[in-house]
């Protein structure tokens, strides 16, 4: 029990460093260190093998949400969207060549989340169920009690943007944004 809570608790470093390059490269380097110290985050600087406590993201995020007046869920879906070139550069040998959008979404969970799991057992991705329904529609259902369902939002249009489909997935959430399992409805148009 207690173990699960850690594991919910903490979030792999690659998260935080992906999250400072996102706040670097649309804001500036000092607009991050304000907002960790806004934040009361004490350390300022994030290493990709450590581990860090989840709420600290949301506590920047929320930062960043009232000093630019946006919606944190938009903030969310933004990084989400973002770190994508760079988690498919981390874990590039996962990834088939042959794959686009489509066949990344249905094999994320075994061939990404799976790897990360593996690959350091400190982590607990969040749970995706990926269902086909029909030949150009998947519905993603997402649970973690983490409850980040913006930026579940934002990989999933980060991965059709990376794979220059943007134009052609559709993304829709179709549960309240702060839920712990939501469903994420993606069509692929002709
Ligand atoms: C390119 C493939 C992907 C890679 C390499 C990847 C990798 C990761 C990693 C390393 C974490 C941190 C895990 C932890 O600290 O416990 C994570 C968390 C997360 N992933 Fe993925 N992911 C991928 C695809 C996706 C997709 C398609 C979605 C959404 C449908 C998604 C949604 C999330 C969310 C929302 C989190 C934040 C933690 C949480 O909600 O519990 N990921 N992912």
């Known amino acids: 029990m207690e173990k699960q809570c850690d594991a919910l608790h903490l979030m792999h470093g690659s998260m935080f460093v992906l999250l400072e390059r996102f706040v670097v490269d649309t804001y500036d380097h000092s607009t991050w260190l304000k907002l960790l110290e806004w934040a009361g985050v004490e350390h300022t600087s994030f290493q990709m093998h450590e581990m860090y406590p989840t709420h600290e993201i949301f506590a920047i995020v929320g930062c960043l949400g009232e000093s630019t007046e946006q919606p944190v869920f938009d903030l969310m879906e933004q990084f989400g969207e973002f770190m994508v070139p760079d988690l498919m550069l981390l874990y590039s040998r996962y990834v088939r060549p042959e794959w686009r959008t489509y066949e990344m979404l249905i ?41 980040m369902a913006g930026v579940a939002v934002g990989i999933v249009k980060g991965i059709a943007s990376y794979f220059d489909e943007s134009d052609k997935v559709e993304v829709m959430l179709l549960s309240p944004a702060d839920a712990e399992r939501v469903q994420i409805k993606v069509d692929f148009l002709n």
Do not use: C, F
């Not at 990360?116 to 259902?141: A, S």
């Open 107 to 147: 094999n994320t969970e075994d061939a990404m989340h799976g790897a990360v799991r593996r690959e350091d057992n400190r982590t607990n991705p969040p749970k995706l169920l990926v269902t086909k329904k029909g030949v150009d529609q998947l519905m993603i259902e997402y649970s973690s009690k983490r409850r």
